[in-house]
């Protein structure tokens, strides 16, 4: 089923991707220089010496040219090198691939979470529209959309931590121990996934309905195939396609987003992580988290595309044959 | 003459909207013979595929349906109540008007063939169905079946498409088989494709047929009898020799003047003939005959509801004219 057209398409699709990538690293490397102060005096404090201050901007580059950063970024990456954090020489590279799992365990089982609470709700709304709970899910999802997920979060640990004392309050658990990590992933677990739950709900329905009214519906429905079938089978593989993609814009989001819900549940994540280097102003850590983030958000979105390509027959058939899309 | 398998009497579809509600069918009679085949035709909006979809309790929600009686193969139905729903699939199989569109683009034809059967035969394997349908396929003209049934609709031409829908129609061996419009979606090199396949079918299979269908030309090729409906009334019935050749109600003539003859020689400076004016607003119908705004006979009696009359052989029409 390779092709050339195939390969031609996945060529085009990561030449964009990397393209994306190479202008948020000159987008970082900029942003250092439009924050206010210098970023030497914060780091090394006011009484610090030029001398340490030249040594320091030599050490992360601040001295040379934009663009010659960048440059020097990417030829660092090819070997492997994110940079070094500035306090303690270690390898951002190292702290980066230490605080992913944590991320990474928390993204998929908020994004697993959502699929499997907001995919039945929506096929329960788009059974019966206007039905019972399509009003609640309508209304519990506009809430849970609205509401941030660090309100949430705050909420959760008052009402489940703090009173009833159901879960652990912070961190992420002994490592090595699953249990423990899994006791403490439950409750960020719900702070992130609750408006992801409402949001593929609502998406979701909305499609099956469209295509619940398509005239292939009504051909099955003249045969008398059962509505559950019908929902179930021909009106979710259509219907699934503009969620896919949301899906893989969600996952990459909470790679990079969860700072908010690593941070109040003080889980040594990636958000955490960045969050602590921008405070300290630790440019490298700040730059290397920020760019694998973006890597994972381009990558989990070209999953998403090529993956819609996969369940739709007739994008299948044109990436094959390379013919123009068919009508 | 044994009873009909269809018949329904003073069928009535309306929609119901807010503050006002809108009369699609208004005392529709149909009666269909055991093997017999009756077309139905009109022009776009005179009710004729509402008459179809209510068959089969296939309407939107907001629809209204009654019928003071109606019967399929003896047993009464209960339209109000959407009872015909049951005969999906099993005693009334569709052929839809658009192949285009009726088929789901995601699924390769042989899965869909196979679930449509499912109702009819329940307990079927699925291998058994699967066979049964590449059958049907090759017997309508797919050639190739076996390979084609694990492709896609895109991957067939309309007129490959149309021969697939008529196979989900022929799978479910239905007492009933409706056509709506079969061939308008069609160009018309495929078109008399099509028409071939349904004209084999009509010669082989015991069922009935209802045809659906704007074209008198279409009726005549497959049909025994016709009704003809405007604004969702009868307006005249009878066999189709009989209601083509000696039309009584005015709209009839005027529809078949309105039919383009192939074989005439074109003549540029000669309009093509319509009728003139639009169907009344089905919420707004006239009090009196539903056609009198665009009847070339009108005359004074035209604001009073017009009698059925007989007029031998079956043949009914309703206008104020005696005789044409």
């Not at chain 1, 994110?82 to 605080?99: H, I, K, Q, T, Y």
């Not at chain 1, 660090?150 to 912070?170: A, E, G």
């Not at chain 1, 609750?194 to 429905?221: D, F, K, P, Q």
């Not at chain 1, 440019?283 to 920020?290: A, E």
Request: charged residues 20%; glycine residues 8%.
């Amino acid at each position: 089923m390779r092709s050339a057209s195939f390969q031609i398409h996945l060529a085009s699709k990561l030449a964009t991707a990397l393209l994306a990538v190479a202008g948020s690293v000159v987008l970082l490397l900029a942003l250092t220089r439009f924050i206010p102060g210098d970023p030497a005096t914060v780091i090394l404090g006011s009484r610090a010496t030029p001398e340490a201050v030249a040594a320091l901007n030599a050490r992360i580059g601040l001295d040379k040219p934009l663009i010659e950063q960048a440059f020097a970024f990417f030829g660092r990456l090819f070997s492997g090198d994110l940079g070094e954090d500035v306090f303690n020489g270690r390898p951002v590279l190292s702290l980066v691939l230490g605080a992913l799992p944590n991320t990474a365990a928390l993204a998929i089982s908020a994004m697993l979470t959502a699929i499997v609470l907001g995919v039945p709700l929506a096929l329960v709304s788009a059974r019966w529209p206007g039905g019972k709970i399509d009003r609640l899910v309508a209304f519990l999802s506009v809430g849970f959309i609205s509401t941030p997920s660090f309100v949430v979060s705050v909420f959760l640990l008052m009402v489940f931590s703090v009173t009833l004392r159901w879960f652990p309050v912070l961190g992420a658990g002994e490592s090595g121990d699953l249990g423990d990590q899994l006791w403490h992933l439950v409750l960020p677990t719900a702070a992130l996934a609750a408006g992801w739950v409402g949001y593929i709900a609502r998406l979701l329905r909305s499609s099956l309905l469209e295509v619940l009214s398509e005239s292939h519906i009504r051909t099955l429905r003249a045969y008398g195939v059962s509505e559950a079938k019908i929902l179930m089978k021909y009106a979710l593989k259509p219907a699934v396609l503009p969620t896919v993609a949301v899906l893989g814009m969600g996952f990459g989001e909470l790679l990079g987003g969860a700072v908010f819900a690593e941070v109040i549940f003080n889980r040594p994540g990636l958000g955490s992580l960045i969050y602590d280097a921008i405070r300290t102003r630790n440019y490298p850590v700040v730059q290397g988290g920020v760019f694998v983030i973006v890597l994972l958000y381009v990558l989990t979105n070209l999953i998403a595309d090529l993956s819609q390509s996969l369940i739709d027959p007739r994008e299948r058939a044109r990436l094959v044959s390379g013919r123009g899309a068919v009508t | 003459m044994t009873a009909a398998l269809l018949t329904i009497e003073n069928l009535n579809v309306s929609y119901r909207g807010r503050g006002h509600s809108a009369h699609i069918l208004d005392g529709v009679d149909l009666e269909i013979g055991h093997g017999q085949s009756v077309g139905l035709v009109g022009e776009s909006g005179s009710g004729k595929s509402t008459v179809a979809f209510a068959l089969l309790g296939l309407l939107a929600d907001n629809a209204e349906v009654s019928a003071d009686h109606a019967a399929f193969d003896g047993r009464t139905q209960d339209f109000a109540k959407r009872e015909t729903a049951s005969l999906r699939g099993t005693d009334i199989a569709m052929i839809f008007q658009d192949p285009m569109t009726a088929l789901n683009p995601m699924f390769s034809i042989g899965t869909q063939l196979v679930d449509i059967q499912r109702r009819r035969f329940p307990k079927e394997s699925r291998k058994a169905l699967w066979a049964r349908a590449q059958a049907v396929l090759a017997d309508v003209g797919v050639q190739d079946a076996a390979a084609r049934m694990h492709r896609y609709p895109h991957e067939f031409s309309g007129g490959m498409r149309q021969r697939v829908v008529i196979a989900m129609a022929l799978l479910v061996e239905p007492k009933l088989l409706i056509a709506d419009e079969p061939t308008t979606a069609l160009d018309a090199t495929i078109e008399a494709q099509v028409v071939e396949v349904l004209h084999r079918l009509r010669q082989r299979t015991s069922a009935s047929m209802l045809v659906v269908s704007h074209s008198m030309g279409l009726i005549a090729e497959l049909c025994d009898s016709v009704v003809v409906m405007y604004a969702g009334t009868v307006v005249e019935s009878g066999k189709v020799a009989d209601v083509l050749h000696r039309p009584r109600h005015p709209y009839t003539r005027a529809l078949l003047a309105c039919e383009i003859d192939p074989f005439a020689a074109f003549d540029p400076s000669q309009d093509l003939a319509t009728i003139p004016g639009t169907v009344p607003d089905p919420s707004r119908r006239p009090q009196g005959c539903i056609f009198a705004g665009r009847c070339p006979a009108r005359h004074d009696r035209c604001s009073e509801k017009p009698p059925q009359q007989q007029a031998g052989d079956g043949r009914t029409y309703a206008c104020w004219l005696e005789a044409a």
